[in-house]
T-cell receptor, first 111, second 114 residues
Framework: QQPVQSPQAVILREGEDAVINCSSS?????VHWYRQKHGEAPVFLMI?????EQKGHEKISASFNEKKQQSSLYLTASQLSYSGTYFC????????????FGSGTRLQVQP | DGGITQSPKYLFRKEGQNVTLSCEQN?????MYWYRQDPGQGLRLIYY???????QKGDIAEGYSVSREKKESFPLTVTSAQKNPTAFYLC?????????????FGPGTRLLVL
């Protein structure tokens, strides 16, 4: 079953912060976050594993709450380059390594 | 440079025609995947393969077929049975055997129906 992402869209000014959530109705083994620019392939941001720690990459970090079966992506001091659609991909069924993706969160950062 | 290549970038299909999308990787990855993306939507899994000569259906396999004769290659055929093939098709690959690795995507093929 497809994870649910919220919000569906968000508009920010440069320097503002944003949080994107990804929730699943099933227990999660891992959550993978990607950013996609229009017409391009998704680019990997980070992976969070069951039992793992919160990850960070420059001003983008993420958390994974196993009990709530959800993950959150934190974008701080946003830059114009952060614009794009953010997807979470979840791995749930044992043995199926392919990811199931949410419908995406469209982020637009304005000057 | 290691990576995933997809060709062609754009593909046009006529009614009743089968078309094949190419996906090649030189990352020495065991697993390969095909996803379909419709405008404004997420990615949906068509087929995936964890090892050569083996593949499994994903969530929307009807109207598609694949083969995995070589580790580096995972072509996707869109058959005439797929009535609404217009979409962006993305191929991905990953290292098998560990859950600490993610999937990496190729640049995609945009398929349009004439």
């Amino acid at each position: 079953q497809q994870p649910v992402q919220s919000p569906q869209a968000v508009i920010l000014r440069e320097g503002e912060d944003a949080v994107i959530n990804c929730s699943s109705s099933k227990a999660l083994y891992s959550v993978h976050w990607y950013r996609q620019k229009h017409g391009e392939a998704p680019v990997f941001l980070m992976i969070l594993l069951k039992g793992g720690e919160q990850k960070g990459h420059e001003k983008i970090s993420a958390s994974f709450n196993e009990k709530k079966q959800q993950s959150s992506l934190y974008l701080t001091a946003s830059q114009l380059s952060y614009s794009g659609t953010y997807f979470c991909g979840t791995e749930t069924p044992p043995g199926r390594r392919a990811l199931t993706f949410g419908s995406g969160t469209r982020l637009q950062v304005q000057p | 440079d290691g990576g995933i290549t997809q060709s062609p970038k754009y593909l046009f299909r006529k009614e009743g025609q089968n078309v094949t999308l190419s996906c090649e990787q030189n990352l020495n990855h065991d697993a390969m995947y095909w996803y379909r993306q419709d405008p404004g939507q997420g990615l949906r899994l068509i087929y995936y393969s964890q090892i050569v000569n083996d593949f499994q259906k994903g969530d929307i396999a009807e109207g598609y077929s694949v083969s995995r004769e070589k580790k580096e290659s995972f072509p996707l055929t869109v058959t005439s049975a797929q009535k609404n093939p217009t979409a962006f098709y993305l191929c991905a690959s990953s290292i098998e055997g560990t859950r600490q690795e993610t999937q990496y995507f190729g640049p995609g093929t945009r398929l349009l129906v004439l």
